[in-house]
Structure formats: C-alpha cells, structure tokens
C-alpha cells in the first residue's frame, strides 16, 4: 500500500503516457492531458516519464501517505501542503508514513501532475494504467478516486530525490489569451470565407463542458456553410458528414456554433465535420485552460508546428538533465 | 473519386476515400489500411479504418509528415490493384425489437424528436416507406451489415446494410441528443445501424435491444475473455429477431457464461456479393442458422 485518499478533489484520475494502439475501436489514448507536466513531474521525483501519476482537476485532492515518498505537483498552480505546510510547485519534496498531503485554492492553470516515487501501482490494461473514465476503463477500478481508496504505489528506486526544480523558464503553461495554433484542413473547404476568416479573428471563450473528452467554445460568430447537396450516409444538417474517425485535437462544429477540440478521451469518430487540428505541442496547453477563458485561434503551417514540437521537446530534454 | 488526403495537425493524416457512404468506399478503408498495418511502420501509432475514410496517427518526431504522406500514397496504390477480398466472420446478434426498455427511454425523450407522436420504430417505417412495424423490423433483419467502423466509444460497432442504395434504410438524428441511452440498444442514424456498447448518451434513433454484451472491460464475460472489445471493421453481422422469453434467456446465459455467440468464418468477395447480392446474402444467413 502506498497512500489512503481522505477526500477525491473532484475528478482526480490515475494517468500515465497513456494507451495508444485501439483507437480503431474506439479506445481512446488517455493519458495525461498536459504530457508535458506529467513528464516533469515524474523526472523530479526519479520516475520513469511514463511511469502513472494524479491528475487533479481544479481542485485538489487530500491524502494520506502509508509510507516514505518523494512527491512533486506540476503542471497547474495548485499549491500543495505536507500537514498544512506549503511546499513549492514544480519541486520534489518528501512526504513521511502517515503525513498527509493536500492543497490550496487553484491559483492558474487548471490540471496538476501529483508524481509520487515509484508511480502510482493499479493494475496496467491494454498496455497503461492510464483511467479511460467513458469506459470504465484502466485507472483504480475503472473510475475517479473516492473518499477510503487505498492505493498502491509502486518501489521506488534510489534515494530521495527532494529538492529538485524546474526552472521558471520551463514551466510550460498557456498565456491570457491562450493561443491555440492550428493546422486548417479536413473539411476546412466546407465553410466560408467569411467563416474561415471570422474564427481565426474572433476571441472565443471556454465553456463549461470542458473535459478530458474535448473542450468546448463559445462566443464567437457562427460559422456557415457552403451550400451543398449532402451526400448518401452524411446527414441532413450541413456540418455533418459520413461519420468518420476524428484526430486529436480535431476541431469540429456541428449546427456551426460551438467548436469543440477533441483531447485524450476522444470520442473516436462520429458525423460532424473538422475545420482543423490544434497541432502537437499547444495540446497540453488545452489541459490547463479553465471555463471562460479567452482563447484566440491561430493559423500556422506544418513547418511552423514541427518547429514549436522541436522546441517543446528540447524543453523536455533540458528537464531530463537537471541533477 | 480519388481519395483527399489532409493533414490533421502535425500528427495525424486523414484520408477521404468518397464523401458518400458505400460498400467500395468501406473496402478501399478497410484494404488501405490493413496494408498500412502490415507496413510495420513503426512510426505510425494508430491505423482507423472508417466508414468511406481512414486515418492514421504518427510520431513526428521519428517520420515527417510529408514523407509519411508519400508512404500512404505509395500504400494507397498498391493496395488498389488488390482484390476487395477479405477473410472475415459473420455474427449473429439477437436483437428484441420494441423492448420495454429503450421504449421507455425514447419516451422520457419526445420532445428531442422529429415526431413526438409516434416511436422510433414508428418514424424510421413510415418515412422509410414500410407499411407496418412489422415489415420494417423485417427489412432490418433479412439482409446482414457489414461492420464498417468500431467507435465514437469503446466498441461501438457502425454497420451498413448489406444491400443496393435504393433498399438502404435512411433515418436522421434526434433534433437534439438523448442523455441517456439504455445499454446494448440497436440503434439508427443517417444510413447507419449501431449498438451502443454502454450506456450513456446518444442521437441515433432506438429500435430496440440485445441481450448479448459487445465490450466488457472486466473481461469476465465467457466470449470477451481474450479481448475486452467483440466487434472489428469487416465483421459481418445478421439481426435475429427474439421475443421477451429468449431476451431474458439471453441475459441469465450471459451471466451463467453458457452464451456462446453464433459465429462462422467465411471469405468475402466484393465482386461476388455485387453479381447477386440477395442469393449472397441468403447464403449468409443459411451459414448462421443452418450448420
């Protein structure tokens, strides 16, 4: 045993890297929302990258510790506390047998990363301990944690590794607005140019279905459609089509109110069409964004994309260096 | 109509065989894609057939996206000279039409419908021309479906009939999703059939409910031991239709793990399902029901 949960927060689940390989079934990735936090969290505290985390959304949870840990919280600023004492964010700290972590109020941001040394211990299904929540799949049985869980945690390996640090500089969060840069493209040629122009120009808000399935968003003009006879199997509206497979942080709008980018609990496929893809390396800023948050799209090329993964990636390369 | 491929993100290519539905555009998915798996690339992390498109998802980091579209493309026609030919297994999946349970769940739903006085099975026979329930359910039922893409959730099988345009049965959407749906309902949207793997919420109209678990990811039940997901892309499936006494014989065999799916492997050969598609299809169903 490792840690005994005293209240859940409010919908902490166990993620890693996640589950790659049965998205034709309509098995989504999961996995971490903001990789890149869960990535750092664990290198604090001498994790493999991969190895299961907490991922605490909004609201922090409180646990109880059955034994010596090292711990860090990244990603969100979400203070954490050892018996009421504040400890730093983005820094390994260690916890004792029968100490009990918890949190402050959130302060930005909205997902944090709690790696615990020697990562958390439920059983791995299809390749990940990663919670897949709509099918009640992975994660500890299957579900957010409950008030009374008691929770493996894995051997850890070596000394404590407390007092580690990210610097500032590589503390990845989104800005105000974020800007969420895009790939246009799929059935990008189903709306207009006015359309096309109006969302790239217009600031959009985060509603409040916002979740590890997509994030939905608001208050921009509507986009319209080009006119078309729908082809056999599309549908009647003219932002369906014959349902498909959606991509990752595919963005699609049905009725052409409210997009909606799809993140790790993607529904695999479904009939509304995509105007485009949030790229690569701005995903995990989705996982940190909070309900009615400004957000401007932003148009980029491919070149542009590989060029900001290449450099979140060297980020993530310098983390792994720190001693 | 060649296929368009575009980007989706830096990650992902999606490719559009046809913009309309069709058991060649189902096939030139299913036949690319398997080729792209049997590729081993190991770059590519996800291979989806869809109904008339595919897509992939790579790592950039280890392919760029413009030589991974050249591979696909390069796929692409070699697996077009290849004939549609697939070794495959037909299922039968029981199926109670107009069951207490997704009736009562439509019903909680009237105002989201198209017709708030009829239901589901109601609407689908009248507006698909059928001149009673009856011979709708019988339409549904005679001629089997192809299995031609697993998702929106985990499982979740989309299913095209196997028979000419003109004999397709076409429903839309509720006007506005349900959010609620009864686990394992057969349900109807656009030219599509569906059976929802759990219980949750849903748009495509209600006809009615299988006994027979199709995602399990306890793995407890006897046929979903080896793997938590029943369904893939090609699978075929014929509907049986089953009064209230086999339903519940249905689920008690299901929880004593004495249900055993009726199954047959067979060939499918597009070329030979087109040049007499009814004589085809009652071969299927002889194989189910008959051996």
């Known amino acids: ?323 | 109509m060649a296929t368009r491929y575009s980007f989706g993100g830096d990650d992902h290519i999606f490719a559009e065989v046809n913009e309309a539905m069709s058991l060649e555009a189902f096939f030139t998915s299913l036949s690319v894609t398997k080729a792209v798996k049997e590729s081993q690339i190991s770059a590519v992390t996800e291979v989806c057939p869809a109904n008339a498109s595919y897509q992939i998802k790579f790592d950039p980091d280890k392919i760029k996206p413009k030589d991974m579209l050249a591979e696909l493309k390069r796929i692409e026609s070699e697996a077009a000279s290849a004939e549609a030919v697939i070794s495959t297994r037909a299922v039968e999946i029981p199926v109670y039409y107009d069951d207490p349970w997704t009736r009562e769940t439509l019903m909680r739903f009237r105002e989201r419908h198209q017709d708030p006085n009829s239901t589901d099975l109601e609407y689908a026979a009248r507006i698909n021309n059928f001149d009673s329930i009856d011979s709708f359910i019988k339409a549904h039922s005679e001629s089997p479906w192809f299995v031609t893409m697993v998702g929106f959730v985990a499982g979740l099988p989309f299913m095209y009939q196997m028979v000419e345009r003109q004999r397709q049965i076409e429903v839309p959407k509720y006007l506005r999703p349900r959010t609620d749906t009864p686990k394992l309902t057969v349900g109807y949207g656009g030219c599509f059939a569906c059976i929802y793997s759990v219980r949750g919420a849903g748009g495509y109209q209600m006809f009615g409910i299988t006994p027979m678990p199709i995602y399990d990811p306890q793995q407890s039940i006897s046929y979903l031991k080896d793997f938590m997901v029943f369904f893939n892309p090609g699978d075929i499936v014929k509907f049986k239709p089953i009064d209230r006494n086999s339903y519940d014989e249905g689920v008690e065999a299901v929880e004593a793990g004495t249900f055993e799916p009726v199954i047959r492997e067979l060939v499918f050969s597009l070329d030979e399902f087109q040049s007499g598609i009814d004589e085809y299809n009652k071969n299927i169903g002889e194989m189910l029901h008959g051996n």
């Open chain 1, 1 to 323: 045993m490792g840690i005994r949960v005293i209240s859940p927060g409010l919908a902490t689940s166990v993620q890693d890297l996640g589950r790659p390989g049965y998205y034709h079934l309509g098995i989504p990735i999961s996995g971490g929302m903001d990789r890149y936090a869960l990535r750092c969290a664990n290198l604090l505290v001498g994790n493999a990258e991969n190895a299961a985390v907490l991922e605490a959304v909004f609201l922090g949870p409180e646990i109880e510790f059955t034994r010596n840990a090292t711990v860090s919280v990244t990603g969100a600023n979400l203070p954490p506390k050892v018996d009421g004492d504040i400890r730093e964010g983005w820094t390994s700290f260690d916890i004792k047998k029968g100490q009990v972590l918890s949190f402050e109020y959130l302060q930005a941001g909205a997902r944090a990363y709690i790696a615990i040394s020697g990562g958390i211990d439920v059983p791995v299904v299809l390749g990940s301990r990663s919670l897949y929540g709509l099918g009640a799949l992975g994660g500890f049985n299957g579900r957010t944690l409950q008030a009374g869980d008691e929770i493996g945690i894995g051997e850890k390996s070596g000394n404590s590794l407390a007092a580690r640090s990210v610097p500032a500089t590589l503390r990845r969060m989104p800005g105000s607005p974020a800007e969420l840069r895009v790939i246009s493209g799929i059935y990008w040629h189903r709306i207009t140019e006015e359309a096309k122009a109006n969302f790239f120009e217009d600031t959009w808000r985060v509603a409040s279905e916002a979740d590890r399935i997509g994030y939905r968003f608001q208050k921009g003009r509507p986009l319209s459609f080009i006119d078309r006879k729908q082809p056999f199997g599309a549908g009647s509206d003219p932002s369906n089509i014959v349902d498909s497979c959606y991509p990752y942080g595919s963005i699609q709008v049905p009725g052409g109110t409210e997009p909606i980018v799809l993140h790790r609990d993607a529904v695999s496929g479904g009939g509304y069409c995509m105007i485009g893809t949030v790229i690569s390396a701005d995903m995990d800023y989705i996982g940190q964004l909070q309900p009615n948050m400004e957000v401007n799209f932003v148009e980029v090329d491919l070149d542009t994309a590989l060029a900001v993964r290449h450099e979140r990636n060297s980020g993530l390369q310098q983390v792994r260096e720190i001693e």
